[in-house]
Structures are given as C-alpha cells and as structure tokens.
C-alpha cells in the first residue's frame, strides 16, 4: 500500500502563489505517473496537471496553463505543484495521485492512489 501526503495549501489572496508538495511512501511509484486534482464544491474533481514517471512529460488543465508547474523528485519520491497568479477560481482541495500501472496519464481513472487533499482557498 502506498500512501500520498500532501501539504502547502492555505488561505491567500488573488494573485498570490502557493506552492504544494506530495510525499509519497514508497520508492516504487518513480517510474510512474503523477499527478494534481482539484474538487471545488458542487463540482466534480478535475485535472490540474500530471507528469510522467520520468519527468520529461506534462500536462496542464487549460485553466491553469502558464501559471501552475508541476514537478517530480524522484529521489525523494515527492511531487510538487507551484501555483502563481492565483484566481479566486483556483479554490478547491487539492489531492495528489499516484498511477500504479501507467507512466504518463491524463485520466483520474487511470490513478490508484490518492492523498486525503489539501484546502486552497484563494480570495478576491
């Protein structure tokens, strides 16, 4: 079993930036895909980015595009999600995901593994 803790989340204003960061407790999920899903209330949980298991891929909801990176330290089994320039849209919790049997994905379906989510709220 493979567990995800994620952590950075908060409370900020539009425009401000927050950086999250996901630990994973095994070193198996490296070559893997990873990625970040957001769930705002009332509204289903959506891609926000995801990179393959060697780092060299990524892909990026259209909404966030220019203004969110993810990253992977495969050494540290960790993943991180900067965010600048955030939106009051950009609210919702956060989680990151681990994908057992693909390297690259885009489907949240596709991942087996999910941290317990972070809280972003971002004020106007």
């Known amino acids: 079993q493979v567990q995800l803790v994620e952590s950075g989340g908060g409370l900020v204003r539009a425009g401000d930036s927050l950086r999250l960061s996901c630990a994973a407790s095994?070193?198996?999920?490296?070559?893997?895909?990873m990625g970040w899903f957001r769930q705002a209330p009332g509204k289903e949980r959506e891609l926000v980015a995801t990179?393959?298991?060697?780092?060299?891929?990524?892909v990026y909801a259209d909404s966030v595009k220019g203004r969110f990176t993810i990253s992977r330290d495969n050494a540290k089994n960790s993943v991180t999600l900067q965010m600048n320039s955030l939106k009051p849209e950009d609210t919702a919790v956060y989680y990151c995901?681990?994908?057992?049997?693909?390297?690259?994905?885009?489907?949240?379906?596709?991942?087996?593994?999910w941290g317990q989510g972070t809280q972003v709220t971002v004020s106007s």
């Open positions: 995901a681990a994908s057992v049997y693909y390297s690259s994905s885009t489907s949240a379906s596709d991942y087996d593994y």
């Open positions: 990179i393959s298991g060697s780092g060299g891929s990524t």
């Open positions: 095994k070193r198996t999920l490296t070559n893997n895909a």
